[in-house]
């Protein structure tokens, strides 16, 4: 597979992304091609505000671990990896205490995952219900469980939008490793050209771009605009509704 073109896109008319990806440029405006036949989400920070809950979480077990405290800001930026990542990152530990921070993460996490605690962004439900009218798959990837994932998808009464899930454990190597992109498109015989991912944060963004797939960026969530742009996201939109202009969805 090629590699993506160097230039301004805007001073184009057409920009070809790993030599078979396009986006067409109308009115210094980006919309994806015509092709989009799948739309893979990223679900913390992208579908669910789970922010205040993992990192609470997250802090809960440093403290009871009796490891050096971490803030919000640095909890927060670990969102989306793995979760024994999450600390091996953060704070300097060995295999075993990482394995010991997932298991008592877990069990406070159960604790402190009531109902509601966990919410739709705005304008998430109604965008999905568009995007699903207009016959495009909806499916989720990330680094929760798929337990996790899909008790929130119940939940969240989500279950008539989103038909395909994928957690961390369903493939050999998580964000930002393409795999989970490259297992949803073997699971159904699509083409890099013919999906995009929206997520969050840049492990969104290289995991779509290591499948040869467009990224979006939210900049809602736990990643910054600068970041998401740094990582070179196609797009980055400040609002999930705005989805529906870059896949040519009226409402």
């Known amino acids: ?30 919309f994806l091609s015509d092709n989009i036949k799948a739309v893979i989400l990223d679900f913390d920070g992208t579908v669910g505000n789970s922010r205040g809950l993992i990192v609470r979480t997250m802090q809960q077990t440093i403290r009871r671990l009796g490891l050096p405290e971490r803030t919000e800001e640095e909890c927060a930026s670990m969102i989306g990896l793995p979760l024994k990542e999450t600390f091996t990152r953060i704070i300097d530990m060995d295999d075993t205490m990482g394995d010991r921070c997932a298991e008592v993460y877990r069990e406070i996490f159960k604790e402190n995952n009531q109902p509601g605690v966990v919410s739709l962004f705005p304008n998430v439900r109604e965008t999905l219900d568009a995007i699903h ?8 990837a990330s680094s929760r469980s798929r337990a996790s994932l899909l008790g929130f998808v119940a939940d969240m009464e989500l279950g008539g939008y989103i038909s395909y899930v994928l957690g961390a454990g369903d493939v050999p190597n998580a964000k930002p490793a393409p795999d989970m992109v490259v297992r949803t498109m073997e699971d159904h015989g699509l ?17 779509a771009h290591g499948a040869g797939v467009c990224g979006v960026g939210v900049t809602y969530g736990n990643g910054s605009r600068e970041e998401l742009e740094e990582c070179g996201a196609e797009f980055v939109i400040d609002d999930f509704s705005q989805l529906c202009g870059i896949l040519k969805i009226n409402g």
């Open 1 to 30: 597979m090629g590699q993506r073109a160097v230039g301004t896109c805007e001073s184009v008319d057409q920009y070809v992304y790993n030599d078979i990806f396009i986006l067409f440029f109308m009115n210094d405006r980006k």
């Open 133 to 140: 009218r207009s016959g495009r798959m909806i499916t989720l």
């Open 191 to 207: 083409r890099p050209d013919e999906c995009v991912v929206v997520g969050d944060t840049a492990f969104d963004i290289g995991m």
